[in-house]
Every structure is written in structure tokens, then in C-alpha cells.
């Protein structure tokens, strides 16, 4: 594979602890990562290679969805291979509980965690949801023993970085949260499996991936106001040259070969240790992921049908690049009057109610909104001085940002090679722009995270010159496309 780091060599974990920023005391305990042809023939060797025996309890964790690879049923398939190798496998079939589909919440967590004794390992079959459950069972079961559980995971679509990560995402009560929890032991990518995915999954990772074409950017301009302090360099020179791998393999990934399959596994494989090594999923979610969410609750509100996440998060990529660009072509600290960047609690107050009033009746989605932008309103005000070092230091950080944002024509470029929509009006259902603007300019109040958006916010930009040159420049490119 043509990646700087490839996590399928076994040299991977002592060539990534020469990355700069990589901290020395984090050891990566998963024993191998496996992207190959008829992987699953060998899932006897990568269970044992986990620390499991075919002598010991065996836990198949699976969802209801039926799973084909090249035609044939997996999960039956996958049993067949461990009997025949003298394993005695039981499968866990999780099921949705309440009105909702299936999702990772703790009672998933418990059924599995239930079911586990002592020298018993997990084999999880699925995506991110039977791979989180299974994770954060073993997880759990480990903690409160003090006994080890053999983890490996097949997954079955490119869809998601959560197999590597040693985070879970976890419904606990209603709220969606990032739990610490493990890696995993042994990932066994079987191509044949992934690439007969459905093409929406394999978008998604894609989409996922190519965030980081702006998302880097915001995540080194949250360092620079004193707002992120596990900021590093790491997540992108462990993930590679994004803009030449898609450049050169964009059809590969498009056409679903052996060869673009794995990948697009293996770049989410490092996604995903990227994102643990780096304590926070802020390298993989910037301006563009608030965007998203805010969209999101607005799509929900109006009930019109969501636009695939995936999808929907590197079109606005598109848009948030071009961005940078403007503020990075347009920038002058000589302009900036500091008194004038600290709004008061009481106007931002009045500003993220109002704004949100609309999503619902009682003002519950708007007050939880305004309860995490106040954090970040709160180290904004008590900063002023990073604030001020950031307006004097701006020469050295727009050098830097012009390295670390990626060319919005690239994006464009790649997406079209992709098949994937260049142009809002091409997404199914087609988005209208006031929709966009509106997400676009008050993404910032949804979220404690600060990105380039904020610093529009702060600096009282021009919302019209800003907005018509992001949206003008992109219909541009996308136009380029066809
Ligand atoms: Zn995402």
C-alpha cells in the first residue's frame, strides 16, 4: 500500500512513535491489523493471535442484518470456519429494545457484557455499532474483574474510524457520548466482505476521511487562541498526503477494487488511532462536522429526509477550505480593534436564543445550545492575551495554515472522479442555499469546539462578502466538474 504509515506492517507501531508529537508512554496494545483477500478463512489464527483458544467460550456478536459477501451469507459463513477449525462459537444477536433502531446504548453494552466469563473472547461482526457494543462490553467486563478479553473485529463496511479508536460512542440517556473504553485485539479486514458493502457505506468513510482537508486547520486554530491544548501535527502526518492518495486512487475507491477496498480500510484504520492518539476527534470534526450537526437538527425540525452524514459533511468541506481561503487572503490584524472581539454573556445569550428559537417550542435545544457555547465564550474571554499573541503572531500562522489547508479544487476534483455530488442541488433531497447560510453562520453557537467560524464571529466579519465568496467559488468548481 502507498501510505507513509501502512498499520498492516509490522514495523507500523515503532515507525509511528518517530512521528513528532507522538507521546511516548502511549502504547498501542492491538497485535495486528489485517487488510487482506479470504481474511476470514484465517480468523481461527487471528483469534488465537487475540489471546483466545478454541478450548474457551467463544462470543459471536453480531447485529439482525443479513450480511452477503460475494453472494453468500457472512456471519453463517464465518461460523462454519471457526466449527470446522474445532471452535465452539455462540452467537449474540443484538436487537433494537426501544421504538429506535439499533444503537450503541448501555443496555446493548450490558447483554453483551452479561454473557462474558472468565476466559472467554469476542469476536464482533458489523459496524460501528456492533463494533462500539462489543468494545465497550469487554471493556467494562475487564475493568470490573481485572480479567483480559480477547477483542477481534471483522467489519463489514468502510464506513465508520471507530474500529480502531479506543473510544466508544455511546447513547447514555438520550445524549450521545464519547466514552473511553479499549482498542481492539486484532482487526481483520476481509476485502471481499468490505467491498460488497452497500456503495452508501463506503461514501461515508470516504466523506469522513476527506474532512480533514479543512478540519486540521481549525484544530491548529483552536491551539493558536489557547483553546485546544492536545493540539499536534500527528493525525496528519500519520493519515499521509490525503490530497495526492485520493488524486491518485480516486477511481480504485470509486470502483470498489481489492485494492481501493483495503485502502480506504487502512485509511480508516489510522483514523481512527489518529484520533485516540490525539485525545480528542477535534483532527477528524471542525467547522464543517458543526455545520453538519446544526443542519441536522434543522433537517430533523422541518422533517425533510437527512442527507447522508458522510456526504453531507465533505460537501460543506468544500465550502469551509474555501473559507479559510477567504480569511486567510483577507486577514489584517491591523484592522482588528481588540475591545470590540469580547461580546458580553448577555448579547451572545440573546443571539443563540433567538437564532435557535425556531427549532423547537419550550427553547430546550437553544438553552443546551447556549450552555456549551457559553465554555467556549468563557476561555475566549478569559484569554485575551492568547487573542492578542494570535493577531501579532499572524504572519507565522497564516504560513502555517497555508501548509495545512488543503486546495478546495482538489476536493472538488476528487469528489467528481469519486461519482460522489460536487454541488448542493445534485444531493437527494437538493438543498436550498438559505438552508446552508443560515447552518454556515451560526454553526459556532452549537458547540464548545472553536473553529474558523468562531474567529468570524469574534472579528465581526462581513457575513456578505464572506458568504457570496464561499458560495459563488464553489458553485465555480463544482461547475468545472461536469
Ligand atoms: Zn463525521
Known amino acids: 500500500m502507498l501510505l507513509p504509515y501502512d498499520p498492516s506492517s509490522p514495523n507500523f507501531k515503532s515507525a509511528i512513535r518517530t512521528i513528532p508529537g507522538y507521546k511516548l508512554d502511549d502504547e498501542i496494545p492491538i497485535r ?73 446504548d448501555l443496555y446493548q453494552v450490558r447483554c453483551v457484557q452479561e454473557r462474558l466469563v472468565p476466559g472467554a473472547a469476542v469476536l464482533a461482526i458489523g459496524s460501528g455499532t ?12 475487564g475493568q470490573e474483574s481485572g480479567l483480559r478479553v480477547p477483542l477481534v473485529v471483522v467489519p463489514t463496511a468502510n464506513s465508520v474510524s471507530a474500529y480502531t479508536s479506543n473510544t466508544a460512542s455511546v447513547d447514555v440517556g438520550g445524549v450521545k457520548k464519547t466514552l473511553h473504553s479499549r482498542y481492539l485485539d486484532v482487526l481483520v479486514c476481509d476485502v471481499e466482505t468490505l467491498a460488497s458493502a452497500p456503495r452508501n457505506a463506503t461514501v461515508a468513510g470516504v466523506g469522513d476521511i476527506l474532512v ?52 480506504l480500510a487502512e485509511l480508516l484504520a489510522l483514523e481512527g488511532l489518529a484520533q485516540s492518539l490525539a485525545n480528542t476527534s477535534a483532527p477528524f470534526s471542525g467547522f464543517e462536522h458543526s455545520i453538519s450537526h446544526l443542519l441536522d437538527m434543522m433537517v430533523k425540525q422541518a422533517k425533510q429526509t437527512p442527507i447522508l452524514h458522510g456526504t453531507q459533511v465533505v460537501m460543506l468541506t468544500v465550502l469551509t477550505t474555501l473559507a479559510f481561503r477567504h480569511f486567510m487572503d483577507e486577514f489584517n490584524p491591523g484592522d482588528i480593534n481588540l475591545d470590540d472581539c469580547f461580546p458580553s454573556h448577555a448579547e451572545m445569550q440573546a443571539r443563540v436564543l433567538e437564532a435557535f ?27 485575551r492575551e492568547t487573542a492578542q499573541a494570535f493577531l501579532d503572531d499572524w504572519e507565522m500562522i497564516r504560513a502555517e495554515l497555508q501548509t495545512i489547508v488543503r486546495d ?36 459556532s453557537f452549537i458547540r464548545s469546539r472553536f473553529t474558523l467560524g468562531d474567529l468570524f464571529v469574534f472579528f465581526n466579519w462581513d457575513r456578505d462578502r464572506l458568504w457570496s465568496y464561499v458560495w459563488e467559488n464553489a458553485r465555480l468548481l463544482a461547475a468545472q466538474t461536469r
Open 32 to 104: 495486528a491489523m489485517v487488510f487482506e483477500s479470504n481474511a476470514i478463512f484465517r480468523l481461527p489464527e487471528y483469534l488465537e493471535l487475540a489471546g483466545a483458544g478454541a478450548e474457551n467460550p467463544l462470543l459471536v456478536v453480531v447485529d439482525e442484518l443479513p450480511i452477503r459477501r460475494d453472494g453468500e451469507l457472512l456471519k453463517p459463513l464465518v461460523v462454519d470456519v471457526l466449527t470446522q477449525a474445532g471452535w465452539n462459537p455462540t452467537t449474540i444477536v443484538l436487537k433494537p429494545h426501544d421504538e429506535q433502531s439499533l444503537h450503541t
Open 130 to 141: 456492533v463494533t462500539d457494543v462489543s468494545k465497550h462490553a469487554s471493556y467494562l467486563y
Open 212 to 263: 480533514a482537508f479543512g478540519s486540521f486547520a481549525d484544530w491548529y486554530l483552536a491551539a493558536r487562541v489557547g483553546h485546544d491544548k492536545n493540539y499536534s501535527g500527528l493525525p496528519r502526518t500519520l493519515i499521509g498526503p490525503l490530497d495526492e492518495i485520493f488524486g491518485r486512487d480516486a477511481e480504485e475507491l470509486r470502483n470498489t477494487t481489492p485494492y481501493g477496498t483495503a485502502l
Open 357 to 383: 428559537a425556531f427549532l423547537d417550542p419550550d427553547g430546550v435545544i437553544a438553552n443546551e445550545c447556549w450552555g456549551e457555547y457559553r465554555k467556549k465564550l468563557d476561555l475566549w474571554h478569559a484569554q
Open 408 to 443: 478546495p479544487a482538489d476536493l472538488v476534483a476528487i469528489l467528481g472522479k469519486m461519482g460522489s455530488p460536487t454541488w448542493f442541488e445534485q444531493l437527494d433531497p437538493p438543498m436550498p442555499e438559505a438552508q446552508i447560510r443560515f447552518a454556515f453562520e451560526h454553526a
